[in-house]
């Protein structure tokens, strides 16, 4: 089965923000192996028409680093799995993505380990969980 996914990439590391990301690298897999990539010019796509640009994209995820929870939900309601808060090397992200491997064990933003690791609350932080959303 082939599964074709988006990550943004900046620098040859994961974008820091989908919402003003400028270039997505799209990967098309089948049994862990790339069968196809290219990369995508997203500047004139602006921020209300990316979730059906990746829709029509015929993507079934969306690997990026902070996104805003309108943009997200508005992709999740495509049925685009989204895979938020992800930093790191690009190549090293896509790799692990590739092994089926959960990217917040390794890649997770700094300031986003509540989220992804655990849901217990902090000590230290006034019994509060950090947030990781942009809203």
Partial sequence: MIIKAAFT????????????????????????????QKTEDIRLVQVNER??????????????GAISRSLEKAIESLGIKVIGFVSGDSSEVIEAWLGNENLHEQFVMPG????YRNRQRTRGSGGRMRRCRMD
């Fill in 51 to 64: 979730a059906q640009w990746l829709k029509d994209l015929s993507l079934s995820a969306l690997i990026c």
């Fill in 9 to 36: 990439v900046w620098n040859g590391r994961i974008a820091p923000v989908f919402d003003v990301a400028q270039t997505v690298l799209i990967i098309s897999a089948e049994n862990g192996r790339i069968i196809d």
């Fill in 112 to 115: 986003c380990m509540c989220r």
